[in-house]
């Protein structure tokens, strides 16, 4: 009956508006958010380097293979590289200055050996344990972390040799050694695969292991910085890409694409994220100044419950209901559709080549329950100052 | 349920003249199950007597209580505790809903604090010879049959006083008669009292006390 008392002769047109914008801007808020994740999600954990994360080098040109121009980096230029606002950190690859090799140490592998070329980088950069990476003399093994071309090449070798091949799992049990050779000495130390990279060439190795053989087994020849690891912020890495033209620096291309793709998608799911805040917030203030206007035109009645003994509590509760309801009706309605949406535009990033993960994000439902929330909170504050206006 | 206006005098009734046994800045008990008359010309302040009772004005001097308490110190669920459970109010201009039946507005009264069946309000209905009208709305009502469901109305909870803001105005003597008759079983039948404002007509009712403004 109070229902009927205060709903009933209303003017629903900008109700149905209000309800419209809410739909469309919660359905667009949650599908933004989810895939504004996904995508800047999109690529971790696949390598061991951390993500919008490149390894660069300066363009060898003629005039460069001539020593005309440099193709190592100087304090400065690393400086300057790192004050770019979109730039999260730079930081030098160090390289070995000493002679090393590298060879399997395990009964159950056939013997291989190589001299190698060893690199390392901070750890920051890296998307592994702490626990895991690292070393100091006297350990039992080195951890290394592998290029996977490295493994497809001793594949091959065993391939050849008529042994079966191995898998990466297997490669990480397997017992390798390093031989650091100096002027006069010579140090054999073991070391075992932790992971794998697509991204570096040489064979990476913890910062502490570096400095050791640099001071122990150096060759004293000064040692430059011919490689720098470069991380970007997120949807920003168009702007990378620039400063890489402009500087005539160059990276691997698979990094660069997926650098590129990321920026692109998460920078489209940006611009419509703020346009779905948008629309949610004004939205939900029509509906809130809806809940207003109803509760202004209901003054007299609102008025008479109050005189004739109503608790206030019970018409704020009333008002606050309404439109707690219609609000939590347009929440599930855009959750539904965001999912409808979500089968079709994962289908279509899949057919594309894009293997997003496709798991809900817990943050796009956080986003719609905190939303609903403010909603909720709002919608209470206007019903009770509403009711006590009338008091 | 004892009732004091002590030395009361509206805002908008200050500049006015009143006599000395005028309830306006004068002690005024109202006693419980006492029934009381307030009679008075138009623009004494009949009204303004029962919405500064019953806390619905709050421009006055002087001090209103209930069993020695100020009504300024109630909260507005304290407000609408004693609205439904001891003071109701016939208002002059009724308070009806006009967009809901005269069942509708009723029930939704006596669903605060049942004290009827749909039955016995019903009943009630048809004693003031209105019983056709439960499914009308209130705002088709001519003034008379809206003053007799306001009078049932404020009926539909339990109370030890009833105020009565000139509720027979529009109605002729036999349904007046009607109504102080069912208004009057009432208290009698709950230990209650009334105060009946009117416009100088006593309908020959026999009244505890007299008070004038």
Known sequence: MLNKLLYKNQDKKQLVIAIIGAFMGITFLITSIHYLIKVNDFGKGSDILGPNTIIVQKKVTNSSSLNMTKTDFSENEIKKIKAEPFIQDVQPVISNNFDVSFETADPMVPRFRSDVFIQTVDQKFLDVKSTKWHWKEGDKFVPIIMPRDFLVMLNTFMSSSGIPQISDDLAMDIKFKFTLKGETDKEWVDARIIGFTNEVSSILVPESFMEYGNAKYTSGKEKKITQIMISGKESEFGLVEDLLKKRGLESKNAQMVVGRLKSVVGTLFLVVLGISIIAVFVSGLVLIQYMQLLMSRNAYEVRTLLRIGFFPQVVIKSFFLYFVKIFGIVSSLGLLVFFVFKYFLDTMFESGGLYIDTQISMIALISLAGTYLLFVLASYRTAKNGIFKQY | ?213
């Not at chain 2, 079983?185 to 009712?205: P, S």
Request: charged letters at 25%; hydrophobic letters at 35%; aromatic letters at 8%.
């Open chain 2, 1 to 213: 349920m004892k009732i004091v206006l002590d030395h009361i005098m509206p805002v908008p009734l200050a500049s006015i003249k009143h006599s000395s046994n005028s309830i306006w800045g004068n002690y005024i008990e109202l006693n419980h199950g006492e029934k009381i008359l307030l009679n008075a010309s138009s623009g004494k302040g009949k009204s303004t007597f029962t919405l500064t009772t019953i806390g619905l004005r709050s421009d006055y001097a002087g001090t209103v209580t209930y069993n020695n308490v100020d009504v300024q110190t109630f909260k507005p669920t304290d407000w609408a505790l004693i609205r439904q459970e001891k003071i109701s109010v016939v208002f002059q201009d009724l308070q009806l809903f006009p967009n809901l039946t005269v069942g509708e507005n009723l029930l939704l009264k006596n669903s605060l604090n049942p004290v009827y069946s749909v039955q016995e309000i019903r009943k009630m209905l048809e004693r003031l010879e209105i019983e056709d009208k439960w499914e009308q709305q209130c705002s088709l009502l001519s003034m008379g049959q809206q003053q007799r469901v306001a009078i049932i109305r404020a009926m539909c909870q339990p109370f030890e006083l009833l105020i009565l803001d000139e509720p027979f105005s529009h109605l002729d003597e036999e349904n007046t008669q009607r109504c102080f008759t069912m208004i009057n079983e009432r208290c009698t039948e709950q230990g209650a009292g009334f105060v009946l404002t009117t416009l100088g007509d006593d309908h020959k009712f026999k009244y505890d006390k007299e008070l004038k403004l």
